[in-house]
T-cell receptor, first 116, second 113 residues
Framework: GAVVSQHPSWVICKSGTSVKIECRSLDFQATTMFWYRQFPKQSLMLMATSNEGSKATYEQGVEKDKFLINHASLTLSTLTVTSAHPEDSSFYIC????????????FGPGTRLTVT | GQQLNQSPQSMFIQEGEDVSMNCTSSSIFNTWLWYKQDPGEGPVLLIALYKAGELTSNGRLTAQFGITRKDSFLNISASIPSDVGIYFCAGLMGSSNTGKLIFGQGTTLQVKP
């Protein structure tokens, strides 16, 4: 149980284009989902928190117009990187909080984004 | 952003040895979680700790939630090659349904067969 999937697992895009990453909780309902960014050999940095049916809460320094988050249902959240630039290249990981076991948070396998 | 102080940063040990790593913070946390991350993968939850003083085991892993609620440690006994990876501690800041995880910097573990 408590499986979170991400799609795609990796993507290469050209500078200036937009990329959408999906995060799904497969066997539980996630009232809250989180998006993290991780640079090589570094820890996870929280970008934003999304609750189903409401606007995402972004961490300080994260541009909400650049990283669009939509939490359309209890099992799906999407992150869209708009007008991507090479500096947006990173490993993006989502996680979901199980509504029945709110202390625990489960992570997806991550999406490697490379912007050329 | 705020981070936990996790140590050591890296460890290189012989197969069969025991391993210990810890996290400290100046802030109080209500929940501590320990994760393991393999290269190119997302973190996998190993152990969750909910009460100060709690000692919890999961196979060869043992973790404790410090009495002051400002620290936690993780022990791995009789290490094996598949224990290789990056271990992260995480503290839950805020309430259970609205709080967010704060991560340590990670401990990279390498095991020599």
């Amino acid at each position: 149980g408590a499986v979170v999937s991400q799609h795609p697992s990796w993507v290469i895009c050209k500078s200036g284009t937009s990329v959408k990453i999906e995060c799904r909780s497969l066997d539980f309902q996630a009232t809250t989902m989180f998006w993290y960014r991780q640079f090589p050999k570094q820890s996870l940095m929280l970008m934003a928190t999304s609750n189903e049916g409401s606007k995402a809460t972004y961490e300080q320094g994260v541009e909400k117009d650049k990283f669009l988050i939509n939490h359309a249902s209890l099992t799906l959240s999407t992150l869209t990187v708009t007008s991507a630039h090479p500096e947006d290249s990173s490993f993006y990981i989502c996680s979901a909080r199980d509504g029945t076991r709110v202390f625990e948070q489960y992570f997806g396998p991550g999406t490697r984004l490379t912007v050329t | 952003g705020q981070q936990l102080n996790q140590s050591p940063q890296s460890m290189f040990i012989q197969e069969g040895e025991d391993v210990s790593m810890n996290c400290t913070s100046s802030s109080i946390f209500n929940t501590w979680l320990w994760y393991k991350q393999d290269p190119g993968e997302g973190p996998v939850l190993l152990i969750a700790l909910y009460k100060a003083g709690e000692l919890t085991s999961n196979g060869r892993l043992t973790a404790q939630f410090g009495i002051t609620r400002k620290d936690s440690f993780l022990n791995i006994s009789a290490s094996i090659p598949s224990d290789v990876g990056i271990y992260f501690c995480a503290g839950l800041m805020g309430s259970s349904n609205t709080g967010k995880l704060i991560f340590g910097q990670g401990t990279t573990l390498q095991v020599k067969p």
